[in-house]
């Protein structure tokens, strides 16, 4: 006689929780979480004895059944390396202008760069920044005297587009405009995924898997807002090597399309649910009791 039994397990992980701060900048909770310093990855330690699965255990499964994310991962900072702006005015090199980290569109950077200006004393339009959405171009226009410097690897000559050079080569004598070389790329993050090493392959991209659980698209119009992934038809990932196991740690990471983590600012959290099937029967079953 033998009898098929179905068991689901959920886990809410979020990266809103206190504690103690540890010397890395990590946190740790009462309920055995830490959270990474750039807070992009939970880690979980399960009290023993953890998360059984039985040796008779079949289809199992992982899959996101929710998840929250603020989309206000930063696309111009400092560990991205790409906040510099050097400018020369009269042919004279200028302190570097170091942008502040935030998640930018070319209007917010070109704000930001004019208050930067006006508080040297110099032209809110020495150097301005503007948006060509025709051809997804930046276009710099410097006034007279005024150069902007995009050679120093870590200008922000990557998001607006341009290669590296002095623009103009010498200082004008007149207004001076042209657009970047290159497509803009302020939408440095296309979707957040999750990842855990729950899983060593998961959800398939192109050739390999890498720990992924889920994609979560970002919307138009979703800056600065929160994400709310609600799938009506999650993503499954099979996990039978954990036929006979024991769960006790795992981790739960936010990060981009390619796997990279993502700094988070702002609380996020996932729905994970661990589901499977196990037999109970008094007859022996090949490939399950051997």
């Given amino acids: 006689m033998a009898l098929l039994i179905e068991r689901e397990k959920s886990f809410y992980v979020s990266s809103n929780i206190t504690g103690t701060t540890l010397p890395d900048g990590g946190i740790i909770g009462s309920d055995g979480s830490e959270l990474s310093a750039d807070k992009s990855t939970v880690f979980i ?80 339009d020495g150097i301005v920044l503007s948006g060509e959405d025709s051809t997804q171009k930046v276009i710099i226009t410097v006034q007279i005297g005024y150069q902007i410097d995009l050679t120093n690897f870590e200008s922000l000559r990557g998001v607006i587009g341009w290669n590296s050079q002095v623009y103009p080569t010498i200082a004008p004598v007149a207004i001076e405009s042209k657009p970047g070389e290159n497509d803009a790329a302020f939408n440095n993050i296309n979707e957040f995924t999750v990842r855990t090493d729950l899983v060593s392959e998961g959800i398939q991209v192109n050739n390999s898997g890498r720990n992924l659980l889920a994609v979560i698209p970002i919307t138009s119009g979703s800056v600065n807002s929160q994400i709310i992934y609600q799938p009506n038809h999650p993503s499954i990932v099979e996990a039978s090597e954990y036929r006979g196991k024991t769960i006790n740690n795992f981790y739960i990471r936010i990060a981009d399309e390619v796997g990279v983590s993502v700094v988070q600012s702002e609380p996020w959290s996932v729905l994970l649910v661990l589901k499977y099937k196990y037999i109970l029967t008094d007859q022996q079953i090949p490939l399950i009791d051997h």
């Avoid at 255990?57 to 603020?70: H, L, N, P, Y």
């Avoid at 200028?94 to 569109?105: E, H, K, V």
Wanted: aromatic share 6%.
């Fill in 45 to 124: 330690n399960l009290d023993s004895p953890g998360i059984q699965i039985p040796t008779g255990a079949v289809e199992i499964t992982f899959r996101v059944e929710q998840a929250s994310v603020w989309y206000t991962a930063p696309n111009i900072s400092a560990a991205l390396g790409n906040n510099r702006i050097d400018y020369l005015v009269a042919s004279v090199a200028q302190a570097p202008i170091i942008i502040p980290d935030g998640l930018y569109s070319v209007e917010e950077l070109n704000s930001a760069l004019g208050r930067e200006l006006v508080n040297r004393g110099q032209l809110v």
